[in-house]
């Protein structure tokens, strides 16, 4: 004869009294609370059993979205955190956790505050570990290690744990605090977080969970915040031809974004921004010179930046100098060697402190101009119709299918070709205040189609008709394309631009196997309608603009654009042709060692001549 379970808030009562009893609640249902007082509206993952509870109790209060697979899941949250959110990705125990780690390093390299939830073993399974599935343990193993997923996140340096229940006869769990801490740490410090929630503690019952109490210190020394802000008002005040160079720790923040929207046009203050920062401000606008990267950026930001500007005030750049956006380490980002340049990147994770910085400026300089505006912006010649399509073109192509269409373009490249070129667009200023997101360090790779998922879900949770675009090679479609299928379940637009030669061209040495990333015969086609999206073949521009103008007609589902590109030097953008000059010269060939030598070394001596 089965017995009635015991009922926990008893046992809770008796201990410390039935009045506190009343307010414990299951440990799934405050899982819930903190993830929705932090703004989380919508998770990411892929299901296993050790992660049933957990999911049972998300299901009810979230719209819980499945992965393709896990690490395609993780991108999506990381999309989330990229966009401003608190992003969220529940898997199950190792099989399920572990291939999410790429996407985690993505998110501490990127600085992203994202939960990585794992279902794990009930603690009392924990304990008797030798029965387990989904150990991490070969077979002739005398000991298994359950904290074999705990240890892999934490050796990439990310606060991981996981949840502790009741230590006591009727004492409640102290795992809600444990977790609310865990979500206010990833918040806070903007990084990643791992924690392993035991199947037997969904229900336990957990103590409630108190307001905070109000910190007597602030991270920003206001004194300090007017102190810079007098020497930048000052140095603008004194320019002729001030520029400000806008960098990475912008991205997230909407907050930074809008006062330094402000500062731009209440100052008509010519900007540039860095690779990182691309997209995060308007480079329509005529007070934009474009993306500067030394030698790699385009011509007019490289004529502002290095020989007009008489003040730099570089803005949210990061504290790290990634090789990337300092012109991959050439020397020729030149930005430091001004004599008047000001460099604010801020050290609170969140860039409070350079918002108040930046509301100090804009409260002394109330309306006062201090810039010439940059010279227009040369009238962009334009493309053929019967142009062959080439990476030499393509931007300028979208740029014009861009200017056909009343809605902004959200471009999301992936790492390698599609990702350089990308640099050549002119991007429109998008509703979601970014209009190129990538994983600009690349920690990661293989996040474009899971991040164009997210951006098509906020675009509608917006009512927004943006138009996400992903631009991709061979070897990343392939990687990525099954995460078509739940673009597809989700019907969601979005265009995916497949821009194709069957090999890995970047960088590419010699001709071996380990460069053909598709084989010619591959259908994409096929691949397409078997995904319920539509498809074009776009070999030339005007074939381009057709299959936009189309695809931006029908939103109802996704469109694939095939773009066969070829391989020849001269067919490549100017960034590619640079970066393939620069890396076979690294890689010790001696005429591109000779030609790179060549290409800065002139600008060097008619710098020298200018100021001698």
């Known amino acids: 004869m089965n017995s009635k379970p015991e009922d926990p808030h008893a046992e809770v009562a008796q201990a410390l009294g039935s009045a506190f009893a009343a307010r414990l609640r299951p440990l799934g249902s405050t899982i819930a609370d903190v993830l929705e007082a932090a703004g989380v509206r919508r998770l990411y993952g892929v299901g296993g059993d050790y992660a049933a509870a957990l999911l049972g109790a998300l299901d009810l209060r979230f719209d819980v979205r499945p992965g393709a697979n896990e690490l395609h899941a993780a991108y999506a949250a990381c999309a989330q955190a990229e966009l401003g959110g608190l992003g969220v990705c529940v898997t199950t125990y190792t099989v399920g956790s572990l291939p999410a780690l790429a996407a985690a390093a993505l998110a501490l390299t990127e600085g992203l505050p994202v939960v990585f939830l794992s279902g794990a073993p009930g603690e009392a399974e924990v304990g008797t570990p030798s029965w387990l599935h989904h150990m991490v343990a070969p077979a002739h193993a005398w000991a298994v290690d359950p904290s074999a997923a705990l240890r892999a996140y934490r050796a990439m340096g990310l606060r991981a744990e996981r949840l502790q229940g009741k230590r006591g006869t009727g004492q409640p769990s102290i795992a809600g605090e444990q977790f609310r801490d865990l979500v206010d740490h990833a918040l806070s410090h903007c990084e990643p977080v791992f924690v392993e929630v035991p199947r037997d503690l969904i229900a336990q019952l957990v103590q409630p969970l108190s307001p905070r109490r109000p ?20 140095e603008l005040r004194n320019a002729r031809h001030p520029v400000l160079l806008v960098g990475e720790r912008m991205r997230r923040s909407k907050a930074l974004r809008a006062l330094t929207r402000t500062l731009i046009d209440r100052l008509q203050l010519p900007y540039a921004t860095n690779a990182f920062a691309k997209g995060v401000l308007d480079e329509r606008d005529p007070l934009c010179v474009g993306v500067y990267n030394g030698i790699f950026g385009n011509r007019r930001a490289r004529a502002y930046v290095e020989d007009r500007a008489d003040y730099v005030f570089e803005l949210c750049t990061s504290v790290v100098a990634q090789d990337t956006a300092t012109a991959f380490g050439t020397g020729t980002y030149r930005p430091a060697s001004k004599a008047r340049h000001t460099v604010l990147r801020g050290s609170a994770a969140d860039g409070s402190d350079v918002e108040r910085v930046l509301e100090h400026i804009l409260a002394t300089m109330t309306s006062e101009p201090v810039g010439y505006r940059p010279s227009q912006p040369p009238e962009r010649v334009p493309v053929s119709p019967d142009e062959p399509l ?41 509703s979601l205040g970014r209009s190129w997101l990538t994983n600009p360090w690349y920690a990661a790779m293989g996040n474009a189609i899971p991040y164009a998922r997210e951006v098509a879900l906020s675009l509608r949770d917006r009512g927004a008709t943006d138009v996400p675009i992903v631009m991709i090679g061979d070897g990343g479609f392939h990687f990525q394309s099954s995460e078509l299928a739940r673009i597809q379940a989700d019907g969601l637009f979005a265009i995916v631009l497949l821009v194709r030669n069957n090999i890995f061209h970047l960088g590419k040495i010699g001709d071996g196997a380990i460069y053909k990333s598709s084989s010619e015969h591959f259908d994409a086609s096929a691949l397409a309608k078997a995904y319920g999206g539509s498809y074009r073949l776009a070999s030339r521009a005007s074939d381009l603009r057709n299959a936009f103008k189309d695809a931006t007609r029908d ?19 100017e960034e590619i042709r640079l970066l393939n000059l620069y890396i076979q010269a690294r890689g010790g060939n ?22 001698s």
């Open 555 to 573: 939103r109802q589902r996704w469109h694939l654009i095939e773009v066969p590109v070829p391989t020849t030097n001269e067919t490549q953008s």
């Open 215 to 234: 910190s007597t210190f602030t991270d920003v020394d206001a004194e300090g915040a007017g102190a810079i802000a007098e020497h930048i008002v000052q």
């Open 590 to 611: 001696a005429q591109a060692q000779a030609n790179w030598e060549q290409l800065v070394e002139g600008p060097k001596r008619n710098a020298s001549s200018r100021t």
């Open 390 to 430: 080439g990476f030499h073109v393509l931007a300028s192509a979208l740029d014009e299918c861009q200017d056909a269409c009343e809605d902004a373009f959200v471009y999301l490249p992936e790492i390698g070709n599609s990702y350089f070129a990308s640099f050549g667009l002119h991007t429109r200023a998008s």
